[in-house]
Nanobody, 120 residues
């Protein structure tokens, strides 16, 4: 059974940094796009950043220049380095990936989410 497990969230002061990790596990043939989305209280879930299997990245305008997404294909892990955090970055951050389980069609998976809280 394929799973995405996030870690690295927490409480940080404005101006600080956090690094999120998300590891995929299970019987996996390949992983295509991996990404991070976030959902603030009372708001819709929105894209933060994505990265393709060959390293092409895409960022929301709100995080450009502050966040950096990367991945380790051998470890089936995606990271989100978040710098210069501000209270508007407070949200639950969700890992997302297009995964092809062995012998099955590609499916879009979500992690359980990790809370990031930025205090002013």
């Amino acid at each position: 059974q394929v799973q995405l497990v996030e870690s690295g969230g927490g409480l940080v002061q404005a101006g600080g940094s956090l690094r999120l990790s998300c590891a995929a596990s299970g019987s996996i043939s390949s992983i295509r796009v991996m990404g991070w989305y976030r959902q603030a209280p009372g708001k819709q879930r929105e894209l933060a950043a994505t990265i393709t299997s060959n390293g092409i990245t895409n960022y929301a305008d709100s995080v450009k220049g502050r966040f950096a997404i990367s991945r380790d294909n051998a470890k089936k892990t995606v990271y989100l380095q978040m710098n210069s955090l501000n209270p508007e970055d407070t949200a639950v951050y969700y890992c997302n990936a297009d995964i092809s389980p062995r012998g099955r069609a590609t499916f879009n998976y979500w992690g359980q989410g990790t809370q990031v809280t930025v205090s002013s």
